[in-house]
């Protein structure tokens, strides 16, 4: 025993449970802050909540809220809204992400430079992404109509029209997190073994074959990881389609997340929201469990 | 792939006929491809920061040349009707206080479960969770927040803000922390236990020291995600604590829309991220893609 040796009183108790107490805030943060709301979910999804003044009622009616769900009329644009989105989105980063990591590999300089200029967009607040678009999106006077002024054609209604508001919102996503993908597989890039490279190079490959059978095989695992990352965080999306187009017009941009917030906090109602909730959880929980067995696939083999 | 490679070799190359020329062109490809994402990157700030510098007037009228004026800096920051200043002390405490309570639970946690031996299944059912609730979009978690803290008396209080951040910082912070504990020699901490130190001064004056670019890196990041976030501050706060990017979008979703103000209130919401930025650059990227690359 060590115990002649320790400090004795509040420092010698702090060392005899430090293990305990260095992990006990986190444990209880997530308890109290989502486990306990995840599960509360639950009882509010299956219970109707009114509010008289600051206090909540809450009665017993499951079939309420599932039949709010059978007979919601945008949630069926939403969900097929935000799958578009999703896709469309993500694969365009993807193509857009990898092929600017491979063309600024091959850079002998200004790697810094690109760099530093690519973490800009992750960083800035993406409400202040929504209103820069908004700007150069408007109708009468934004830059993109005013291009297009330029060499005689007609303005576009970019946000205020059913069939391109949510391409519009789909091209202000691609704009902020192409430079994610791009930094994910450019670290990947420059990791990359330079002497297997060469080696295909002796062997007399040329360029596509050393990218088709050497470098993206090599670049798999950080492909996985940064696809994983962008379709999940997609899915999360709701600060540049507020602020953008609201969902509009009409439910034409509405995604799961917009329409989330509206059926909490403009229609109040609660229940319902929880059901839809716990749905996407659901849903998003089995897309990372997929995601899961795909990055350990591409790891192991 | 050895036999493709064999058969590209018995092919004539043409592609390497003019080995010079062809390596030229790649070079321009390249960098005219790098000028355009430069332009593409760094056009929008540029159109949204001479909007700031213009009146309503000339922004209507789509004008490219005009005089610019700081009427709109000053409607943002000084004008009575305006809550920005109100809105960037409620930013500045808020993304402060929770950056610093996320450093010191994340990293006690992540060197907890790094050092302290736990059985796997505690550490492997903590990061799964940690993990699932990172993927869940926080509007799915904001109704029944919102329930709690008005039963609570916290709706509505920066403190039910700084509380929601630690949380939804939380994973990445002990996920960033964790990966740099893991890359320290555990031969240092082990060599200092031997040597009679107690296990909280080993952690306190050995390991810490050696994780200052980690620290450094996760509290960076965790301020600048507090200070954009946008979701839990549009719904568990009114007029009397919101947050800069609330007060941002409210130019933009009133009635009639205040181009010039939103302009110029998003520069200066976009300011400190970028101060930030120039700073910590090297700990920021070093943040953004560990853990993805190994």
């Known amino acids: 025993m060590n115990a002649h040796r320790g400090p004795r009183g509040v420092v010698g108790w702090l060392n005899a449970t430090f293990r305990y107490w260095s992990l006990a805030p986190a444990v209880l943060?997530?308890?109290?802050?989502?486990?306990?709301?995840?599960?509360n979910l639950f009882r509010m999804s299956v219970s109707t909540i009114q509010f008289k003044g600051n206090t909540d009622f809450w009665s017993f009616t499951p079939r309420r809220n599932w039949d709010a769900l059978f007979s919601d009329p945008s949630l069926s644009s939403a969900v097929s809204n935000t799958l578009i989105f999703v896709a469309v989105a993500v694969t365009v980063e993807m193509l857009l992400g990898l092929a600017l990591a491979l063309l600024v590999g091959r850079m002998t300089r200004g790697k810094g430079l690109m760099r530093t200029l690519m973490i800009v967009?992750?960083?800035?607040?993406?409400?202040?992404?929504?209103?820069?678009?908004?700007?150069?999106?408007?109708?009468?006077?934004g830059v993109f109509n005013q291009l297009l002024g330029l060499i005689g054609l007609e303005p576009v209604s970019w946000l205020g029209s059913t069939s391109l508001a949510l391409w519009s919102v789909i091209a202000v996503d691609i704009w902020h997190w192409v430079p994610f993908v791009f930094l994910i597989l450019f670290a990947a890039v420059?990791?990359?073994?330079?002497?297997?490279?060469?080696?295909?190079?002796?062997?007399?490959?040329?360029?596509?074959?050393?990218l088709r059978y050497v470098t993206l095989p090599l670049l798999l695992p950080a492909i996985t990881?940064?696809?994983l990352f962008r379709s999940i965080l997609a899915f999360k999306a709701f600060d540049?389609?507020?602020l953008l187009t609201g969902g509009g017009p009409g439910t034409s941009s509405e995604l799961l997340s917009l329409h989330l917030y509206r059926v909490f906090f403009e229609q109040n109602q609660l229940g319902y929201g929880a059901l839809l909730s716990v749905l996407t959880i659901v849903g998003v929980l089995m897309l990372l469990a997929m995601g899961r067995r795909l990055v350990a696939g591409t790891r192991n083999g | 792939m050895s036999v493709r490679v064999a058969d590209a070799a018995r092919r004539p190359a043409h592609r390497h006929e003019r080995p010079f020329l062809a390596a030229a062109r790649a070079r321009w490809?390249?960098?005219?491809?790098?000028?355009?994402?430069?332009?593409?990157?760094?056009?929008?700030?540029?159109w949204i920061l001479q909007s700031s510098f213009k009146t309503q007037i000339a922004i209507l009228s789509g004008a490219w040349i005009f005089t610019p004026t700081l009427d709109n800096y000053a409607d943002v920051l000084l004008s009575?009707?305006?809550?920005?200043?109100?809105?960037?002390l409620t930013s500045v405490l808020v993304a402060t206080a929770s950056t610093a309570i996320v450093l010191v639970v994340a990293t006690l946690a992540a060197y907890s479960l790094?050092?302290?031996r736990w059985s796997r299944v505690v550490v492997a059912a903590f990061l799964t969770w940690m993990l699932a609730f990172h993927v869940i979009p926080v509007i799915t978690l904001v109704g029944p927040w919102y329930l709690a803290f008005k039963a609570l008396g916290l709706y509505d209080t920066r403190m039910a803000l700084v509380l929601t951040h630690v949380t939804i910082n939380l994973p990445m912070a002990v996920w960033l922390m964790l990966s740099f504990f893991k890359s320290l020699p555990p031969e240092i901490e082990e060599a200092a236990l031997v040597d009679g130190c107690h296990p909280l001064s080993a952690f306190w004056k050995v390991t810490l020291p050696l994780v200052r670019p980690g620290l450094i890196a996760t509290g960076v990041l965790s301020f600048i995600f507090s200070w954009n976030e946008f979701t839990i501050a549009l719904n568990l706060t009114s007029q009397a604590n919101a947050t800069v990017p609330v007060i941002v979008s409210k130019f933009s979703n009133d009635y009639e829309v205040l181009h010039a103000q939103m302009a110029a209130a998003s520069i200066l919401a976009t300011l400190p991220a970028l101060l930030l930025m120039f700073v910590g650059q090297r700990f920021i990227i070093a943040g953004l893609t560990l853990g993805s690359v190994k």
């Open chain 1, 225 to 227: 990881v940064a696809l």
């Open chain 1, 240 to 242: 540049e389609v507020y």
């Open chain 2, 114 to 116: 790094h050092r302290m």
């Open chain 1, 190 to 210: 420059e990791g990359l073994p330079g002497e297997v490279l060469d080696a295909g190079r002796v062997d007399g490959a040329d360029r596509w074959q050393l």
């Open chain 1, 29 to 39: 943060l997530f308890a109290v802050l989502t486990v306990y709301p995840v599960l």
């Open chain 2, 80 to 88: 009575r009707r305006s809550d920005f200043v109100h809105g960037l």
């Open chain 2, 29 to 46: 490809l390249g960098f005219l491809l790098i000028a355009l994402a430069l332009v593409i990157v760094v056009a929008p700030f540029v």
């Open chain 1, 121 to 141: 967009p992750i960083l800035v607040p993406p409400v202040a992404i929504g209103s820069m678009f908004k700007l150069m999106y408007n109708h009468d006077f």
